[in-house]
């Protein structure tokens, strides 16, 4: 089995920065590309970003674009996500996920494995 396990959560002020990282550890596979989603609480789980590992492509949504950057090392099916300029409506679990096969990665449904998720508090 694989599983995702990320890291790097936790509490930090508006206008801060915070850096996730997210390995998939267990078997040996390949994965498509690499993302993260997050869900605050009372809301639906949404899309932040994604990287393909072809070329290395990355991918966003626009309530993040600018704030936050996506690496990784698709040697290790690592991913890290660098969030500056923290704002509230940033505090959700960050959930990473991986691709196993060609698919459209801002949509839940192109992931195969799914980690636990990580807290990220932004406070004023």
């Known amino acids: 089995q694989v599983q995702p396990v990320e890291s790097g959560g936790g509490l930090v002020q508006a206008g801060g920065s915070l850096r996730l990282s997210c390995a998939a550890s267990g078997r040996t596979f390949s994965s498509y590309g690499m993302g993260w989603f997050r869900q605050a609480p009372g809301r639906k789980r949404e899309f932040v970003g994604a990287i393909k590992w072809s070329r290395f492509t990355t991918y966003y949504a626009d309530s993040v674009k600018g704030r936050f950057t996506i690496s990784g090392d698709n040697a290790k099916n690592t991913v890290y996500l660098q969030m500056n300029s923290l704002k509230l409506e940033d505090t959700a679990v960050y959930y990473c996920?991986?691709?196993?096969?060609?698919?459209?990665?801002?949509?839940?449904?192109?992931?195969?494995?799914w980690g636990q998720g990580t807290q990220v508090t932004v406070s004023s």
């Open positions: 996920a991986a691709a196993t096969r060609p698919s459209i990665l801002e949509l839940e449904g192109g992931y195969t494995y």
